[in-house]
């Protein structure tokens, strides 16, 4: 921007005297002119160029949700950063270095083994920002970079110390824990480095194949016990559906039994003929097939009597 500037001033001072130091007439430069109109620009852009990059230079505005660390080439970092919006600097003595402190998101993979010696890829998304009271230091001890210095080694060693405590089966069922763990470790990490750590993700977990398998056929076993305890319970509930039918059916047959007495088989047979008298004709059956006995013509009788 400044050289831009100083051209333009440069270029606008040697055109506003042109016409001393071009002859129109021969179409050429007039040299003691020239170089005498050279050294007067020069005399003139110079001075107010580095009075402009003094101004632009003293001037520094800081982006919302950032905090500026001002390094002083005399005296090093400054304790306390800028705060956002204007604010202002020894120009050409302090330079400004911007932090963003709003939260941020990084993912980050690794590999580590479980208790059980299985191998287990995980991904990780973490989000963080630099304390906004803490970045002069920040800036200090660890520079620009410090996602790649702190965040990233931090985040490797928080999940191969946490996968080592766990089965791989452990960080499936209890991944709550395991998430809880590597945060913690991150968050005692980053702490001394002026660095918040505010969440942390487990976006995946990968096993080998063989592991995979594994799971896949005791899952197949559980699911197969669980049939088979289901079927279980249905026959030993029909088994003891069919002993209380048959104890009840048992029970009747004793209460008919305890019921039939001869007096009310007295009762029946008597009940027998008295339907069998209401529903005779009068007339008596002139035979009977089989081995029944034969009935006697009562009429005949009826009539010798008379």
């Known amino acids: 921007m400044l050289i831009l500037i100083a051209v333009g001033l440069f270029l606008a001072l040697m055109l506003s005297a042109r016409d001393k ?23 003139i852009a110079l001075p107010l160029l580095i009075i402009v990059g003094a101004v632009m230079n003293a001037i520094v505005i800081v982006p919302a949700g950032h905090r500026g660390v001002v390094f002083d080439k005399l005296k090093g970092i400054r304790p306390v950063a800028l705060n956002e919006g204007l604010n202002f600097v020894t120009p050409y003595i302090q330079d400004v270095f911007y932090y963003d402190i709003r939260v941020q998101k990084v993912e980050f993979g690794s590999t580590a083994a479980s208790k059980d010696l299985q191998s287990v890829s995980t991904k990780v998304a973490i989000n963080f920002r630099p304390k906004a009271d803490g970045v002069a230091d920040l800036h200090r001890n660890v520079g620009i970079n410090y996602a790649d210095k702190i965040i990233h080694p931090a985040v490797q060693e928080a999940v191969k110390a946490t996968t080592a405590r766990y089965t791989a089966e452990e960080l499936i069922t209890k991944r709550e824990d395991v998430k809880n763990n590597i945060q913690q470790l991150l968050q005692k990490q980053a702490s001394g480095a002026q660095i918040e750590v505010m969440e942390t993700y487990i976006t995946d977990f990968d096993f080998s194949p063989e592991f995979a398998k594994a799971i896949e056929a005791k899952q197949i076993a559980e699911q197969d016990a669980l049939k088979a305890k289901r079927d279980l319970d249905r026959i030993r509930i029909e088994a003891e559906q069919k002993v209380a039918t048959a104890r009840a059916e048992a029970t009747a047959l ?53």
């Open 254 to 306: 004793t209460l008919q039994r305890e019921a039939i007495t001869p007096n009310l088989i007295e009762l029946r047979r008597v009940e027998t003929q008295r339907l069998a008298i209401e529903k005779w004709d009068g007339k008596l059956p002139q035979m009977m097939l089989g081995n029944s006995t034969p009935i006697l013509d009562l009429s005949s009788i009826n009539g010798n009597r008379r």
């Open 21 to 43: 130091w071009w002859d129109e007439d021969r179409n050429d430069l007039r040299m003691p002119e020239f170089i005498k109109r050279l050294g007067t620009s020069l005399a």
